[in-house]
C-alpha cells in the first residue's frame, strides 16, 4: 500500500529517565553512519521513492546534487547540470516518473524578454544523462518582475506529467493558463490548449489540482454566489458557495463543470485524492452555521469516469467530543460562548491533510488546528522608530476520520498536542502519519508532561528548549482509542529529526533525515 506522508520536522528529545519506562515496542529505529555537510552536502528534500529506494536533493554551497540511497546506504551522489551555453538556471522541480528522474529548470532571457523551461533526463538507476535541456515551454515577458510561471506534477501512475503555464499577470484580466500533457518520455505533448476558467477570478477559487493516469486535468474549487443569489442563499440560512469539480481534457476547448451537490451543510473544507485506480475520492470538515468552524465530518465517492457522486457520508461530532481534552474551564467558556450566540458547540477551523488509502479499501482523513499570526509592534532605537513584525505559527491538535471499505465514517478522533514557534514556519511542528494494518501511528514532538494525558487534563505546549521535550508516538488502533508513548530512549535527545518529506518505503518502514549537532545521520522507522 503506498501511504501519503506529511512534509513536517521532528525533534528528537527525552527529558528524564522517568520517561524511558513509557518508551514504545511498537515500533523500531535504524540509523546509519554520520555524516557532515562539509563532506556529504546539505540535505534539503526527498524527491520521491520507488520500492526501497529514496531520492533526495543535496546542496552545497551553490551546487545541487541527486543522491540515491537504498535503505540507508548510498548508492550514488551525482551533480545537477544547471548551466546552459553560459548562463546559470534556476533548478524548478524535480520528478520521478517510471524509470527516469525529470530536472526542470528555468531562465529568464532580458534580451529576448522569455522566461523559458527546460527538462533534462536521467536514469534513475546511476543519473546517466538521457536528455539535456530540452525546452518545454516559454512565456513571453517585458519585466523581470512579472514572468509569468510554470507548475509541474505527475499522475498517480507516474505515466503522464502535467505542465501548465500561467502567463504575466495583468491587472483586472481572468487567470488564463495553457495545459499540456505529456507521457513519462517529455516527447510531444500528448494534447495541448489554452484554458480559461469558467468563472470570474471573483466567483472561483481553485484549492486542489490533479493530473489522472488518463491524462485529465482535475480541479477542485469553490463557486462562490454572486449578488442577489447570495442575498437569497443567507435570507434562507444556506450556504453562498459550492464546491465544484473541472476536468479539463485534449478533446474539449472548455472545462467540464461538475457542481458537487452534497447537502445543505457549510463545508468547511474539502480535499482530493485520486489513487492509482477506482474511484475519486473527495473528504473534508463542515460546520452548521458558517464555513469557519467545524461540527461534524463528511466523506463522498467519485464515479472517476462521470464525477457523479455515488456514495457519501457524514459523522456530527458530539458536544463531548468537541470539548475532549479540553479543562473544565475552558470547556465552560466554549458552550457559554455558543448559548450566547444561539448557537451549536462547534471547532475552530482546521487545515486539511491528505487522504490516506488504505489496504482493505478503506480511507483516513486528517486535519491539523493550525494558524498563523503576524504580530507587528514598534521600538526606538537612537531616536529612530522601527516596526517588526514576527510570525507566530501555532499547530494544535490532530482530528482523525476512519472511513470503512464501504466509504462510511466509522469513527473519528482527537490527538491533542500544542505546538508553538516563532519566525520559523513551523519547522519543529506538525507530525507525520503512517498507516500499517489496523493501526494507524502519529508522530511529534510533545511535552512529557502530556504523555499521560486524560481528557480533561491541561495540554502542556512543547517548548523546542524545554527540559521536558520528547518525541512522542500516538497508536490509534482500529476501535479509534489512543495511546501514548516515547518514541526514543534517553540517549537520543539530542538529535533532531528535520525531514521535508517522511517517506514511506515499499517495506512500510519511514525514511528520515536526523541532525545532531554538527553531524546529520539517516534513519528508518520500522513500525511492528
Partial sequence: MKKLFLA?????????PAFAQT????????????????????????????????????????????????????????PIELELDKHELNLHTLLLVKDEILVFTSFYDKKANENRLYVSSYAQADFSLHKRFEQVAMIPAEKSSNIGSFSISASPDRAKVLVQVYPPNEKNADQESRISIYDAAMGQPLWSKDFKLPYSDMEFKAETQRVDNDGSVVVL??????????????????STYEYHLLVYTGESATAQDY????????????TLSMGKEGDIICAGLYGNKNSFSVRGAFFLRLDRSTKQVVHSSFKDFSDDFITMYMTEKEAAKAKKKAERKDEELEMPEFDLHDIIHRDDGGAVLLAEQYTVKAVTSSYMSNGQTYTRTDYHYYYNDVLVVNIDPEGNIEWATKVP??????NDGGLYSGF??????????????????????????????????????????????????????????????????????????????????????????????EFK
Wanted: hydrophobic share 35%; net charge positive; aromatic share 8%.
Fill in 8 to 16: 513536517v520536522p521532528l525533534l528528537m528529545a527525552m527529558a528524564s
Fill in 23 to 78: 518508551k514504545t515496542n511498537k515500533a523500531q529505529v535504524k540509523w546509519g553512519p554520520d555524516q557532515t555537510d562539509k563532506e556529504n552536502g546539505q540535505f534539503n528534500l526527498v524527491i520521491g521513492d520507488i520500492g526501497n529506494s529514496s531520492f533526495l536533493l543535496i546542496q552545497r554551497k551553490k551546487d545541487w546534487f541527486a543522491q540515491r540511497m537504498d535503505g540507508l546506504k548510498t548508492a550514488w551522489q551525482k
Fill in 221 to 238: 474549487g469553490v463557486k462562490y454566489a454572486q449578488k442577489q443569489e447570495k442575498r437569497e442563499l443567507k435570507r434562507a440560512n444556506k
Fill in 259 to 270: 457542481p458537487i451537490a452534497v447537502s445543505d451543510e457549510f463545508l468547511q473544507d474539502m
Fill in 417 to 422: 498536542k500544542r505546538q508553538h514557534s516563532v
Fill in 432 to 525: 507525520a502519519v503512517d498507516v500499517k494494518g489496523s493501526n494507524i501511528y502519529l508522530v511529534f514532538n510533545d511535552s512529557g508532561e502530556n504523555l499521560f494525558l486524560k481528557p480533561g487534563d491541561k495540554v502542556k505546549q512543547f517548548s523546542l528548549t524545554g527540559k521536558d521535550a520528547l518525541v512522542v508516538l500516538a497508536t490509534i488502533n482500529k476501535e479509534g482509542d489512543v495511546s501514548r508513548e516515547a518514541l526514543f530512549s534517553p540517549e537520543r535527545r539530542d538529535v533532531i529529526l528535520r525531514p521535508k518529506d517522511c517517506t514511506e518505503l515499499k517495506d512500510e518502514s519511514m525514511f528520515i533525515y536526523a541532525s545532531r549537532k554538527k553531524d546529520y545521520r539517516y534513519g528508518l522507522i
